[in-house]
């Protein structure tokens, strides 16, 4: 079995996998970090490997309590990925962003992938049917535009994403709901259809935290997976370590 983790921003989304089977999935606070993974290796004694990939600096968890106890396996930038990088400053291309390219184009082959992480910001990935990651965009995500709604303003409230169907908000917190979701929708179907008008045989992932949440309210084709970061890692992982 194999423990996937993603050291995001906010938080440590964690998986086991036996096999490319997710068993199950967690959400851990990094205070919490060392409790949750002991009493994940608890209940599962038969993990023998840890992969993780961060965006956060490394001294944001400390692996060194586990690493005589199995295999760790760190994605940096200095592994090997299954796409050419033209990305013209690599070295500041955030390595989760590799990790789910590369997840395309090993679950995807010969397509234009498009994928779209929706988390703390929104960032899109675009990779070649001849495998070539080409760049994207980065854009704030949904909690991102509520809190700087709340913070760089007065009066207004800080609100929760909620789903709203009218494209007026008849109140100030319908207002903001409307201004946020739908400039989010808005802004991926523009995206979507776009790609898709320059690109064919495309295929469109979303994932991220918001995934599903925005998946219902887009008209365009996509696959969501919220799970698509983590599934990517252990496909990678094994990419690497299969020669």
């Not at 929708?185 to 994932?207: Q, V």
């Not at 887009?218 to 890692?233: D, M, V």
Request: charged share 20%.
């Amino acid at each position: 079995m194999i423990l996937a983790l993603d050291l995001g921003n906010t938080q440590i989304k964690a998986a086991v996998f036996e096999h490319n089977t997710l068993i199950e999935k967690y959400w851990i606070a990094y205070e919490n970090a060392t409790a949750a993974l002991e009493s994940i290796l608890t209940n599962y004694p038969q993990i023998d490997t840890l992969c993780h990939s961060a965006v956060v600096h490394n001294d944001k968890f400390n692996f060194s309590t586990f690493k005589d106890r199995f295999t760790i396996y760190q994605i940096s930038r200095e592994s090997r990925f299954p796409f050419i990088n033209a990305y013209t400053t690599p070295e500041t291309l955030g390595i989760d962003r590799m990790v789910l390219a590369a997840g395309a184009v090993l679950h995807y082959p010969n397509r234009n992938r498009l994928v779209i992480d929706a988390g703390t910001c929104i960032t899109y990935d675009f990779i070649s049917n001849d495998d070539v990651y080409l760049g994207g965009a980065i854009s704030p995500g949904l909690q991102m535009r509520y809190q700087a709604l709340h913070h760089f303003t007065d009066q207004l409230p800080e609100l929760q994403p909620q789903s709203i169907s009218e494209i007026i908000g008849n109140s100030t917190s319908t207002a903001i709901h409307s201004g946020v979701i739908h400039g989010v929708l808005f802004e991926l179907e523009g995206c979507i259809e776009r790609y898709s008008e320059k690109k064919d045989n495309i295929i469109i992932i979303l994932t991220g935290g918001d995934a599903n949440f925005l998946a219902g309210h887009l008209k365009n084709t996509i696959f969501a997976n919220p799970n698509f970061l983590l599934e990517s890692s252990i496909r990678l992982y094994e990419f690497q370590n299969n020669d």
